[in-house]
């Protein structure tokens, strides 16, 4: 019998030794709840939902209080170079929201039990042995070098090598945004090539170039959230006029531009600048071409001051009007997926921007650069500092203006927003924090239930504020 046992065992390690080594597996994610109270935030809803993501805000608004819950989990399996990554989440919109359903953003009614849970990402990666260059393919998440202005923060399927031949690295890609019919040519695809030059540590100079090739113009728009051209985020729509839809040949959308970093000392400077173009193809079979030149800009400073961290950053981005020969806002994400683009969370506004730590309820009077074909003229400071090692505040401020209205007989928008927040750490990962937000409306008319704006009115300025609780593991 004992020589028996030990017959096995010897063959059970044996085969152990002979297998493969077991890849490594970790898991992370965090759980995230606000509770909100705000009002005129959301906006008129209608044939765009809230605005298509834009606050359209109108006159005595009525104030809303709901809750919101994000739960976010990845998977990592790791091998010698090469590994895989899955990125899921739950989402529900509201507590109390609906039950026994089958789609994303709900569940949260009495008694639950939907089918809700979502993949944001799915990819392999792999080191190609002896060159430095690791290569990702699959779902991921990708975001451009312009504070997320084109696509930022975007889930996309597709292929990426990034290197690093020090002081230089680099990045090569492409993405399939859309695929229309697998044997017709109607898709959307996006080219990355990025390369950036580090001397020292402490700075950094990068020259980017991104292509979009948009053969979908002889198609209607996708069902889940998938656009073209023929929907750019509300353009005109807010004056009953929308862009009426259209077809176009294929097109071709570049952008080229630099980034770069510097520190010294306390301080560090930052930065990026780019310029759009190329143009839609013959606009709904006219023969005629419009050509898009449409640039932006942003600066930054960080300093370290006293207690805390200060910031300053300003940002410009160009826009069109209806008498515009071209079109002069640019071509972003968010033409051919909601929050395709994702920008300026860099500035940390609650209510002119999008947010990072946004769930479902985001929404911004500028939800995106091109802001409706108006651009962008945007500045915003802050100061954060930890009055001790569980707690921690943050004050801030930020101005929004139109850069083109589209018309004369428009005024061009502008707002003020002042913010604040406490946060609180309970435990390791685990923080409770308070934050609130106000924003003061200049020359910005009330929108009707349709969305639309109501000339000769004006629109009540915004607050929001909001309970959070965050648990990261």
């Not at 996006?190 to 090739?213: H, M, N, Q, T």
């Not at 030149?293 to 209806?322: C, Q, T």
């Not at 139109?402 to 002042?418: G, L, M, N, R």
Request: net charge negative.
């Amino acid at each position: 019998m004992r020589k028996g046992f030990l017959t096995v065992l010897a063959v059970v390690l044996v085969a152990a030794m002979a297998a493969p080594a077991m890849a490594e597996f970790s898991t992370s994610g965090f759980v995230r709840i606000k509770g909100h109270v705000e009002q005129n935030y959301t906006g008129s809803v209608g044939a765009f939902g809230s605005g298509g993501l834009f606050i359209l805000p109108s006159e005595d608004p009525s104030t809303a209080a709901y809750v919101e819950q994000r739960q976010r989990f990845s998977l990592n399996w790791k091998g010698e170079n090469v590994g895989a990554a899955a990125v899921f989440e739950i989402d529900f919109g509201a507590w109390g929201d609906s039950a026994y359903t089958a789609a994303r953003n709900q569940g949260a009614g009495l008694e639950a039990d939907s089918i809700n849970l979502e993949t944001k990402d799915f990819y392999l990666w792999f080191n190609i042995p002896n060159t430095g260059v690791k290569v990702t393919a699959g779902l991921q998440n990708q975001t451009d070098s312009f504070g997320g202005m084109i696509f930022g923060y975007a889930d996309m399927a597709g292929i990426f090598l990034t290197g690093n031949l020090a002081p230089v690295s680099y990045k090569l890609g492409w993405a399939k945004f859309q695929e229309g019919g697998t044997r017709i040519d109607d898709d959307v695809d996006l080219y990355v090539a990025e390369v950036k030059f580090s001397p020292v540590k402490e700075a950094k100079l990068g020259l980017d170039f991104y292509a979009i090739r948009d053969a979908s113009g002889h198609t209607t728009p996708l069902a889940g959230g998938q656009t073209n051209l023929n929907t750019i985020g509300r353009i005109f729509a807010d004056y009953g006029a929308p862009l009426p839809a259209f077809t176009y040949d294929t097109s071709m959308f570049y952008y080229l531009g630099v980034d770069g970093a510097f520190k010294a000392g306390p301080v560090g400077l930052s930065g990026y600048a780019f310029y759009n173009f190329g143009s839609v193809e013959n606009i709904a079979g006219s023969g005629v071409d419009l050509d898009v030149k449409a640039f932006g800009v942003d600066l930054r400073a960080d300093l370290d001051a006293g207690p805390g961290k200060l910031f300053i950053e300003a940002a410009y981005v160009s826009g069109s009007d209806l008498g515009s020969d071209d079109w002069e806002s640019p071509i972003v994400g968010n033409n051919y997926a909601l929050a395709g683009s994702f920008p300026l969370s860099s500035m940390d506004m609650q209510i002119l921007f999008p947010n990072l730590d946004d769930i479902n309820a985001s929404a911004a009077l500028a939800y995106d650069v091109a802001n409706k074909g108006r651009g962008i003229m945007a500045i915003a400071a802050g100061f954060r500092m930890k009055f001790s090692d569980t707690l921690a505040g943050k004050i801030g401020a930020g101005y929004l203006a139109d850069v083109e209205a589209p018309d004369s007989s428009v005024d061009e928008h502008s707002a003020i927003e002042v913010n604040a927040n406490l946060n609180y750490t309970v435990a390791k990962g685990m923080d409770v924090g308070l934050y609130g937000a106000y924003a003061f409306l200049q020359d910005w008319e009330s929108y009707s239930a349709a969305g639309v704006a109501i000339p000769g009115t004006d629109a009540d300025d915004i607050f929001k504020v909001y309970l959070r609780m965050n648990y990261a593991f």
